[in-house]
């Protein structure tokens, strides 16, 4: 997932930033003392889920744990795959758990879980369809096209559970691979009968097009505080650097729980690195921000995979979860 330089191109339009923090001691941290690697590369995505990282920056929690954070941003969290593998990259901030999980299971990677990212939340991704359009309820999208930035990922993934709970068959809804900046001409076009857009795109939609949101992907039972995205690893990476590993989880750790507890810390970060106006970032339908990993809902996660043919085999993620070692 990506966001529009302005509102129309946010997700594919990057910029450069490179944050380079000097460490200096703090209290509860290691302070930089032991750690066996004090820079750390950070692939990072202009997402709303990925603000836990720039609150991290910006409160100087990576200082305070004697880090060093570089910054490289990227489009898609796949981009930078190759290069996490190399080591050229030390972690995606904000990559989304089912294109690496199943990574995971082709063998392409051997992944860790450092953080939890984004969750899902009320109104946070749905379903969008223009105001003079015939469906209104998930039923109405039987036989329907719906688009989606990448096929067979979260979005067709999670919009599968719901129709599931709400007894449509996800057979008979076809899914078009549709950038994100791009959906709400698709729609005017008649290209697709339907989006499923995530945040900003919904609320750019919903103020230029009137489009009406007709299914809440980010809510009930089905997709209830459905993990969507972390800051990744590999066991190379924590078994080679674990005080490192450790002192980068507290931080974002720290900062996940001031996204969670006061939305204003999101608000400020936001405009600088998604590329968005203060008015459009403060009117978002934000996710969730956990402060550590649900491997409960990240199972669940899984076992929605495995269900609608993503995995081949069940995995277990707890064996994937960095777990810290007591200080």
């Given at each position: 997932?990506?966001?529009?330089?302005?509102?129309?191109?946010?997700?594919?339009?990057?910029?450069?930033?490179?944050?380079?923090?000097?460490?200096?001691?703090?209290?509860?941290?290691?302070?930089?003392?032991?750690?066996?690697?004090?820079?750390?590369?950070?692939?990072?995505?202009?997402?709303?889920?990925?603000?836990?990282?720039?609150?991290?920056?910006?409160?100087?929690?990576?200082?305070?744990?004697?880090?060093?954070?570089?910054?490289?941003?990227?489009?898609?969290?796949?981009?930078?795959?190759?290069?996490?593998?190399?080591?050229?990259?030390?972690?995606?901030?904000?990559?989304?758990?089912?294109?690496?999980?199943?990574?995971?299971?082709?063998?392409?990677?051997?992944?860790?879980?450092?953080?939890?990212?984004?969750?899902?939340?009320?109104?946070?991704?749905?379903?969008?369809?223009?105001?003079?359009?015939?469906?209104?309820?998930?039923?109405?999208?039987?036989?329907?096209?719906?688009?989606?930035?990448?096929?067979?990922?979260?979005?067709?993934?999670?919009?599968?559970?719901?129709?599931?709970?709400?007894?449509?068959?996800?057979?008979?809804?076809?899914?078009?691979?549709?950038?994100?900046?791009?959906?709400?001409?698709?729609?005017q076009k008649g290209q697709v009968d339907a989006v499923?857009?995530?945040?900003?795109?919904?609320?750019?939609?919903?103020?230029?097009?009137?489009?009406?949101?007709?299914?809440?992907?980010?809510?009930?039972?089905?997709?209830?505080?459905?993990?969507?995205?972390?800051?990744?690893?590999?066991?190379?990476?924590?078994?080679?650097y674990p005080k490192t590993a450790a002192a980068f989880?507290?931080?974002?750790?720290?900062?996940?729980?001031?996204?969670?507890?006061?939305?204003?810390?999101?608000?400020?970060?936001?405009?600088?690195?998604?590329?968005?106006?203060?008015?459009?970032?403060?009117?978002?339908?934000?996710?969730?921000?956990?402060?550590?990993?649900?491997?409960?809902?990240?199972?669940?996660?899984?076992?929605?995979?495995?269900?609608?043919?993503?995995?081949?085999?069940?995995?277990?993620?707890?064996?994937?979860?960095?777990?810290?070692?007591?200080?």
């Amino acid at each position: 997932m990506s966001r529009p330089r302005s509102r129309a191109t946010l997700l594919m339009g990057v910029v450069l930033i490179a944050a380079l923090l000097t460490g200096c001691g703090g209290s509860q941290s290691s302070g930089g003392d032991g750690l066996e690697k004090k820079t750390v590369t950070v692939a990072a995505l202009p997402l709303v889920d990925t603000a836990g990282l720039h609150i991290a920056v910006q409160r100087k929690f990576f200082e305070a744990e004697g880090l060093r954070v570089q910054i490289k941003p990227v489009a898609q969290s796949i981009q930078a795959l190759p290069a996490l593998k190399t080591g050229q990259v030390d972690v995606i901030a904000g990559g989304n758990y089912v294109t690496f999980l199943q990574a995971q299971a082709q063998g392409t990677l051997n992944l860790r879980i450092l953080a939890p990212g984004a969750a899902a939340a009320p109104r946070f991704m749905g379903v969008l369809t223009l105001p003079n359009s015939p469906i209104k309820q998930a039923k109405d999208l039987e036989g329907r096209t719906v688009a989606v930035n990448i096929r067979n990922n979260i979005q067709s993934l999670s919009l599968n559970a719901i129709l599931r709970a709400d007894h449509v068959d996800p057979a008979k809804v076809r899914y078009l691979a549709i950038p994100f900046p791009q959906m709400g001409a698709a729609l005017q076009k008649g290209q697709v009968d339907a989006v499923h857009a995530a945040e900003p795109f919904a609320t750019d939609m919903t103020r230029k097009l009137g489009a009406k949101m007709i299914v809440d992907g980010g809510s009930g039972p089905a997709v209830a505080g459905l993990p969507v995205s972390g800051y990744l690893s590999t066991q190379r990476f924590t078994d080679k650097y674990p005080k490192t590993a450790a002192a980068f989880q507290r931080a974002i750790q720290k900062a996940q729980q001031l996204a969670t507890s006061d939305r204003k810390q999101v608000d400020q970060v936001l405009p600088a690195y998604a590329h968005l106006d203060a008015a459009t970032a403060s009117a978002l339908n934000l996710p969730a921000f956990p402060p550590s990993i649900d491997q409960v809902r990240l199972q669940h996660l899984a076992d929605l995979m495995l269900q609608d043919g993503l995995l081949k085999q069940r995995i277990d993620v707890r064996s994937l979860v960095f777990a810290a070692q007591p200080q």
